[in-house]
């Protein structure tokens, strides 16, 4: 049952954020390359009193928002807005489930609900789905972020859900899951044979994972400043890159092998000490070429709320032992980019040192965007008669994921993902014993912080973050790939 394709899509916070920049112009394009069925009833519910007409209207004018102008397509536009149907629900009242259920109407078809809410609404809203009867066995629920703020909440909210949907009918969203080249980590470590063998310990000398952000607050005030960085990046994105690079090989590409991976990577990471983590908060400064305000002017008020993190992670087990895992993210820094590099060791002898020949080890780079790319730098000899000795240098052999796919379609993550929940495939969903890892860590360093008194570390918007992130790194003797 929970994996037959759903004939009914329930997106709850149909007027919000989310749902007009990615939610309507994700399953507009997958109504146009026939992905999901024209059928597909697809009923929008939030508080506004809108009906039908006025959601399809605002959802009309989203798509003209966030839509790239080759996407938009005013005949597919029409008869993807004929898909969509709305009711109003104020979720923090059970009595208005029934009239939900009954705007529903028979669902035996099937329903995925898309959930993504405040967090004092996910109870009631769960709630109110059972006792409409909108739990059945035919309804699996995607959870969107935050799913709690430490692993307290994180287990409360998990609990309530599991009281109307088994796990197996719950897909916890990480949008980082569904990017292309996070999923293309997988092929390039388990469909080739020279990158495994040297994959550990023994090969590698230290990783390194950065997403920054060149933005600021971009108007989530309250949420942003309840949940700082280590909390709305670290604890999710970034530990599910951590946890896809460093697993062992799944015995097969699926949603039991690949999760049974991926936890035991996230139980496997040593808690934090205070020296190995960094907290930072955006100064002003400039950023491409702008001048930007600090974050408390942007906030309105002084915090201590961080908006960077670097952290020196380790993975304890036989494959990672001694292999240091340097993390970082941030708002307002020089660049967005999102990326892993793995520093491999240095050759055991260099045979050229005598003839002047200086050696870099191998970098590995796998750019997950802007751009997406997979850079391997390895040493070439400069041409030359060599007279004066003998120059080495490190020459990028590259693949570029755009060019070399360039008549694939790009999608972005909540196609993919909105298409797994409507289909029932769980793969690139996070399971419960995921979270609790992931939180068990991030709460240990909260922790740490509040008993060592550690407060941010300002930073110069447009800048790599606090002096100390550098320091973090170089006094291992480490650069950041900036
Ligand atoms: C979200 C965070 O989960 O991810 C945001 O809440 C952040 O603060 C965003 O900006 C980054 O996503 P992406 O896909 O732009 O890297």
Same mark, same amino acid.
């Given at each position: 049952?929970?994996?037959?394709?759903?004939?009914?899509?329930?997106?709850?916070?149909?007027?919000?954020?989310?749902?007009?920049?990615?939610?309507?112009?994700?399953?507009?394009?997958?109504?146009c390359?026939?992905?999901?069925?024209?059928?597909?009833?697809?009923?929008?519910?939030?508080?506004?009193?809108?009906?039908?007409?006025?959601?399809?209207?605002?959802?009309?004018?989203?798509?003209?928002?966030?839509?790239?102008?080759?996407?938009?397509?005013d005949?597919?536009?029409?008869?993807?807005?004929?898909?969509?149907?709305?009711q109003?629900?104020?979720?923090?009242?059970?009595?208005?489930?029934?009239?939900?259920?009954?705007?529903?109407?028979?669902?035996?078809? =099937?329903?995925?609900?898309?959930?993504?809410t405040?967090?004092?609404?996910?109870?009631?809203?769960?709630?109110?789905?059972?006792?409409?009867?909108?739990?059945?066995?035919?309804?699996?629920?995607?959870?969107?972020?935050?799913l709690?703020n430490?692993?307290?909440?994180?287990?409360a909210?998990?609990?309530?859900?599991?009281?109307?949907?088994?796990?197996?009918?719950?897909?916890?969203?990480?949008?980082?899951?569904?990017?292309?080249?996070?999923?293309?980590?997988?092929?390039?470590?388990?469909?080739n044979?020279?990158?495994?063998?040297?994959?550990?310990?023994?090969?590698?000398?230290?990783?390194?994972?950065?997403?920054?952000?060149?933005?600021?607050?971009?108007?989530?005030?309250?949420? +942003?400043?309840?949940?700082?960085?280590?909390?709305?990046?670290?604890?999710?994105?970034?530990?599910?890159?951590?946890?896809?690079?460093?697993?062992?090989?799944?015995?097969?590409?699926d949603?039991?092998?690949?999760?049974?991976?991926?936890?035991?990577?996230?139980?496997?990471?040593?808690?934090?000490?205070p020296?190995?983590v960094?907290?930072?908060?955006?100064?002003?400064?400039?950023?491409?070429?702008?001048?930007?305000?600090s +974050?408390?002017?942007?906030?309105?008020?002084?915090?201590?709320?961080?908006?960077?993190?670097?952290?020196?992670?380790?993975?304890?087990?036989?494959?990672?032992?001694?292999?240091?895992? +340097?993390?970082?993210?941030?708002?307002?820094?020089?660049?967005?980019?999102?990326?892993?590099?793995?520093?491999?060791?240095q050759?055991?002898?260099?045979?050229?040192?005598?003839? =002047?020949?200086?050696?870099?080890?191998?970098?590995?780079?796998?750019?997950?965007?802007?751009?997406? +790319?997979?850079?391997?730098?390895?040493m070439?000899?400069?041409?030359?008669l060599?007279?004066?000795?003998?120059?080495?240098?490190?020459?990028?052999?590259?693949?570029?994921?755009?060019?070399?796919?360039?008549?694939?379609?790009?999608?972005?993550?909540?196609?993919?993902?909105?298409?797994?929940?409507?289909?029932?495939?769980?793969?690139?969903?996070?399971?419960?014993?995921?979270?609790?890892?992931?939180?068990?860590?991030?709460?240990?360093?909260?922790?740490?912080?509040?008993?060592h008194?550690?407060?941010?570390?300002?930073?110069?918007?447009?800048?790599?973050?606090?002096?100390?992130?550098?320091?973090?790194?170089?006094?291992d003797?480490?650069?950041?790939?900036?």
């Amino acid at each position: 049952m929970a994996n037959a394709q759903s004939r009914t899509l329930l997106l709850f916070g149909a007027t919000g954020d989310l749902s007009k920049r990615m939610l309507l112009p994700s399953l507009y394009a997958l109504h146009c390359d026939g992905l999901i069925a024209a059928d597909l009833r697809i009923m929008g519910t939030a508080r506004s009193e809108l009906d039908d007409e006025a959601f399809r209207a605002m959802a009309g004018e989203a798509l003209a928002h966030f839509l790239p102008e080759a996407r938009k397509d005013d005949e597919k536009i029409a008869s993807f807005l004929k898909q969509l149907s709305y009711q109003p629900l104020d979720a923090s009242k059970i009595e208005g489930f029934a009239a939900l259920a009954e705007r529903l109407g028979d669902i035996s078809g =099937g329903m995925s609900i898309f959930l993504s809410t405040a967090p004092f609404l996910f109870t009631p809203t769960i709630q109110g789905l059972k006792s409409a009867g909108l739990a059945g066995e035919m309804v699996r629920i995607g959870l969107e972020k935050p799913l709690g703020n430490d692993l307290a909440s994180s287990c409360a909210i998990n609990d309530a859900v599991a009281h109307a949907f088994p796990e197996d009918r719950t897909f916890r969203i990480d949008h980082y899951l569904g990017k292309e080249t996070v999923q293309n980590l997988m092929a390039l470590r388990f469909a080739n044979m020279m990158f495994e063998p040297l994959w550990n310990a023994n090969g590698i000398e230290h990783i390194q994972i950065t997403v920054s952000e060149t933005v600021g607050l971009e108007g989530r005030h309250g949420f +942003y400043d309840d949940t700082g960085a280590l909390r709305d990046m670290v604890q999710n994105h970034i530990l599910q890159l951590v946890a896809l690079t460093a697993m062992e090989p799944p015995a097969e590409f699926d949603a039991t092998s690949i999760r049974d991976e991926k936890v035991k990577v996230l139980r496997s990471l040593r808690p934090v000490s205070p020296n190995e983590v960094v907290r930072g908060q955006y100064g002003a400064g400039a950023v491409g070429g702008n001048s930007v305000s600090s +974050y408390a002017d942007d906030l309105g008020k002084p915090s201590d709320t961080e908006t960077f993190v670097a952290i020196k992670a380790h993975v304890d087990n036989w494959r990672w032992q001694g292999v240091p895992f +340097y993390l970082r993210t941030g708002k307002r820094l020089a660049e967005r980019r999102s990326e892993i590099v793995i520093q491999f060791k240095q050759v055991p002898h260099n045979i050229f040192a005598q003839r =002047g020949g200086r050696l870099s080890a191998n970098r590995l780079v796998i750019r997950l965007q802007p751009e997406e +790319y997979v850079r391997l730098l390895v040493m070439a000899k400069e041409p030359g008669l060599d007279r004066g000795g003998l120059i080495l240098r490190e020459v990028p052999l590259d693949l570029s994921l755009t060019a070399a796919f360039s008549k694939a379609q790009r999608r972005i993550a909540y196609e993919r993902l909105l298409l797994d929940l409507v289909d029932g495939e769980p793969t690139l969903f996070v399971r419960r014993d995921e979270v609790e890892a992931q939180w068990r860590w991030i709460d240990a360093i909260r922790k740490t912080w509040a008993d060592h008194a550690i407060e941010p570390k300002s930073y110069g918007s447009g800048s790599w973050g606090p002096s100390a992130a550098i320091a973090l790194t170089e006094r291992d003797g480490v650069s950041w790939n900036d």
